[in-house]
């Protein structure tokens, strides 16, 4: 009777033992492209509260190749390291109608990593007061006024639109959403902001011809990035 109920203790830790190893191997890894695929993912089907618009839809692979990045790291990339940058926000129309490309053009090249910064908190804003000076409303943090630095020569003048419709510039630049920046070991060697010029409408999904024409920038600015060497981004 004793080896019985030894035998019955053995049989039930050998059965805990199994259910726990199980449960440990059910558990779901969340990379951060799971996390980025439900970030942008999220608002399909949602209507954009300013506009009454919806969103474009986004699809990404549960494998894609985006890697968040914070500012500080983004900072050491720009300065000495090599990679495929790109700054945007789930909620910018344009963001969402390019980066299903991206991720194409990243698979055709090759391109394991693309590091992602999210810059809708991070960025000041100006706005115009009622005798159309420029009054900044929010500041920017720290990091994101160094990135605007280090990418200065390519990025846009930043202006903004009074009740008449005339432009007002405001003296600065801006990072606009979507900007993808390829770095090679510390120099930027390719810059492309936006979309495609004939995208006239962020909410208006691109066509065929113009995806095509967009992914055939991406590849080029990936490819001139990592012309000659494979380290970081690879």
Known sequence: M???????????????????????????????????????ELLNGKINESNNLNYPVVTLSIDNPFVYRSES??????????????????????????????????????????????????????????????VTSKEGNNGYYQIVELLDEYLSEYSLENKEGKEISTGKKRLFAPTVVGVLNGKIVSFHEGSVDSQKNGFEPLSDVQKEE???IYVDLIQKTLEGTCNDAC
Do not use: H, M
């Not at 805990?16 to 970030?39: H, S, Y």
């Open 2 to 40: 004793f080896l019985v109920l030894i035998g019955i203790i053995i049989l039930i830790a050998c059965g805990c033992g199994f259910l726990a190893l199980q449960k440990v191997e059910e558990t779901p890894i969340i990379t951060d492209a799971i996390k980025i695929k439900e970030e942008y």
């Open 73 to 134: 790291e983004i900072i050491d990339i720009l300065k000495n390291r090599t990679g495929i940058i790109y700054f945007g926000f789930s909620s910018c129309p344009w963001c969402r109608s390019i980066l299903p490309i991206l991720e194409e053009a990243a698979r055709e090249v090759g391109v394991a990593q693309i590091f992602y910064l999210d810059i809708q908190n991070i960025r000041d804003v100006l706005e115009l007061d009622e005798n159309d000076k420029v």
């Open 214 to 216: 967009l992914k055939s």
